[in-house]
């Protein structure tokens, strides 16, 4: 769990968010993550999920986001390094050079 975090069976949404910029990024803005808990599994598609979103306001003042969304309490779950890693890499691209 991140920061903030809250633990299951406490009947609130997971949630963290931080202000400051990912690591590395160089951009600033808010992180949030949320899980869910209490899926009824009644089939092999039927998990319990989390996202993570990343949110930021362009030099223009446009709002801009990431988001990152998967499935939670499965064998190949994606960790939350592996999230953060990614996360690290968002940078602004300026589209007339792209």
């Given at each position: 769990m991140w920061p903030g975090e809250q633990g299951p069976g406490d009947g609130t949404p997971n949630s963290s968010s931080r202000c400051g910029p990912?690591?590395?990024?160089?951009?600033?803005?808010?992180?949030?993550?949320a899980r869910s808990h209490g899926v009824a599994g009644k089939n092999r598609c039927a998990?319990?999920?989390?996202?993570?979103?990343?949110s930021f306001r362009s030099p223009d003042g446009d709002i801009h986001s990431?988001?990152?969304?998967?499935?939670?309490?499965?064998?190949?779950?994606?960790?939350?390094?592996t999230i953060r890693r990614i996360l690290a890499t968002v940078r602004m691209?300026?589209?007339e050079a792209s």
């Open positions: 990912p690591p590395s990024s160089g951009l600033s803005g808010t992180l949030v993550s998990t319990e999920g989390r996202a993570t979103t990343f990431w988001s990152f969304v998967g499935a939670a309490d499965v064998r190949d779950e994606v960790p939350d390094g691209v300026d589209d």
